[in-house]
Structures are given as structure tokens and as C-alpha cells.
């Protein structure tokens, strides 16, 4: 069976490496998906610009005006919706993981809830820049997810406890950010309200270099350790047994996931479900059904790579989708992610409890 999953990839120069065929197919099949979707999206507004002449632009060859709506104001937009999307998918696929739970995503540990407070904070207290509400969510994620892991420490952390420990913190900071939003005046709490939806409109560079050299360090670190991550995956005592260092591991993985969602969450407000949804829809796909467990549902891995290009696909289809699918009304992104993930979500527990699992 695992012959017929792997091959072994060999260099001239005596580097072996194992490549999972279907992953590696979904993920290829997956970026295709998300480029195809962001050269449509890239012509699609007001000023509507075939696919072929925004290739010719985006290599140099558009006249003024081409270049100047595709790189100045659709661009930029696009490339925080697929940077906003894979950190999130990475993000999940991180917390599901660690938390050996398809539910331990940002959206559900309180995360993304500690990055609006942050936000709020900014907006409402100090009627800060878009910068400084940027900074305050940032801040305000790495601060919930280091109180969700000190609480949930008890000789380590385990996967029931972090969860339990992640419901409740995310249901206290949800009523601070009630109460910072009673206390805001009309265009604060206005502006607040806007903020919290989740959108990718008004986007640009400021926003893109950022969340850029950002993925550019975790997204490696990440996937340097996930080997570590999978081992953990068969246990804590397997784990120390194969020579793993499982709370350290552990540790700089949650603080990597926690800066990626707190990240995505700055640039782009809290996209909701993107988080929860990628990881699972990408184990579905990349995981043949024989390698599944009883009723066809996923089995546990890290999966890093497909939940990432899973979560690109997913929010640039979402802001495809809130500009082209309700006719001249455009929605946030962060509504049809919404309304998309909860009806997953649905879906889910639906198939679960036929499966006997809940």
C-alpha cells in the first residue's frame, strides 16, 4: 500500500527523498486552481481585463492604464487574499495537529478572538492608524495564544485540555471585545464593526510585504519541523522514544501558528472558517480512501502543504465569489467564508454522527 502512495525521488548527487504521489498531485492541482482563480480575479471589476491581457501585464507588456489598475489595485489585493489564506490553512492545519482534534483551529481556541481584541483596543481606545490596529492585533493573538498554552500547561499540554482551555479563553475575550464596542462612539465602533467582517478591499503593498517576509520565515521553519510534528501524532511516549524534544517542538510550533493566524488576521481582519475548513477538505483529498479511517473520515497528519494551498484556493474563490456572485451587491470576504465554512461545518457533524463517531 505504501509503495503505491510514495516514490522515492534520488539526486545525482545521492539525496533520496520520499514524495507522496497524491499529495504531491493535489497540491500541484491546488496552486493551478489558485493562480487560474487570481489572473480571473485580477480582471474582474469595473474596468474588466481579459486573462490574457493580465499575463501580458503582470510580465510587462500591458499598456499605462492596464498596468496601472492591475499592478496598483487588483494585485496587491490578490496576493493578501492568497497570503491571508495559506497562513491561515498552515495555521489550522498547525493547532489540528497539535491538538490531535479536526475542531483546534484559531477560530475555535480563541486566537483569532484575541487578535480582534487587540484590534479593538487600538480602534476604540486610541483611534489608531491602520497600522497601529495592524500591530494591535498581532499583539493581541500572541498574548491569547501564550495565556491559552499557560493555561493549558500541566506536565505539558495535551490535545483535550488545549482545546477546553482554547473554548473558554475565546469565549471571555469574545465579551471584551462586546464591552470595547459598547464603549466606542458611532464612527469607532463603525469603523470596528467594518474591521471585524474580515475583508480584502482597500488592500494594498503596506499590507503585502508584511505577511510576505512573515511566510517567508515560519512557512520554512514549519516544514523543517514536520517530522517532529508527525511523530507527536503517535504520541507523546513514541515521540520522546524516536528522540523528538515534544514540548519544544510543540512550543515553537503553537508560537509559529499563532504568529501566521495573528498575521493573516492584521492584514485582512478574522476570515473566518478558513482555518477550520482548509486542513480538513485538504486530508480528504490527499489521503486516499483505504488510508482513511471507519466511514471515510481523515485520518491524522500534519499535512502542511496541501492545508496551505487549500487555504489560497479557498479565500481567493471566497473574494471571487463576494464580488461576482450577488450582482452589484459585493459582500466582505469574510461573509462567504462564513456562510461557506458553516455549512461545511454542518455537513461535517451530519456525516459524523451517521458514521457512529459523536
Known sequence: MTNTRTRAVRTRGGLSVRLDVRAFTVVVLLLVAALAAS?????????????VDVLKTLVGNGNAGQEFIVNDLRLPRVLVGLLVGASLGLGGALFQSISRNPLGSP????????????????????????NQ??????????VTGLAIYLLAWKRGVHGYRLVLVGIGVSAIVTAVNGYLLTKADIVDA?????????????RDWAQVWPLLVLCAVLVPFV????????????????????????????????????LLTAGAT?????????????????????????????????MPGPNLVPSMCMGATLLIVADWASQRAFGADQLPVGVVTGVLGGLYLLWLLVTERRAGRI
Open 133 to 142: 490596529v495592524a500591530l494591535g492585533a498581532l499583539v493581541g493573538g500572541l
Open 107 to 130: 477560530d475555535v481556541l480563541g486566537v483569532g478572538q484575541g487578535s480582534t481584541a487587540g484590534a479593538l483596543i487600538m480602534i476604540v481606545l486610541f483611534s489608531g492608524s491602520a
Open 190 to 202: 463603525a469603523r470596528a464593526v467594518v474591521w471585524m467582517t474580515g475583508s480584502l478591499n482597500g
Open 266 to 298: 492584521a492584514a485582512a481582519g478574522p476570515v473566518g472558517f478558513v482555518a477550520l475548513t482548509a486542513p480538513q477538505l485538504a486530508r480528504r483529498l490527499a489521503l486516499p480512501r483505504c488510508l482513511k479511517g471507519a466511514g471515510g473520515a481523515p
Open 223 to 258: 516544514l523543517g519541523n514536520a517530522r517532529g510534528l508527525r511523530m507527536m501524532e503517535m504520541g507523546d511516549d513514541v515521540s520522546y522514544a524516536l528522540g523528538v524534544r515534544v514540548e519544544r517542538v510543540r512550543l515553537l510550533l503553537m508560537l509559529a501558528a499563532v
Open 39 to 51: 489572473v480571473v480575479l485580477i480582471g474582474t471589476g469595473d474596468f474588466p481585463i481579459p486573462a
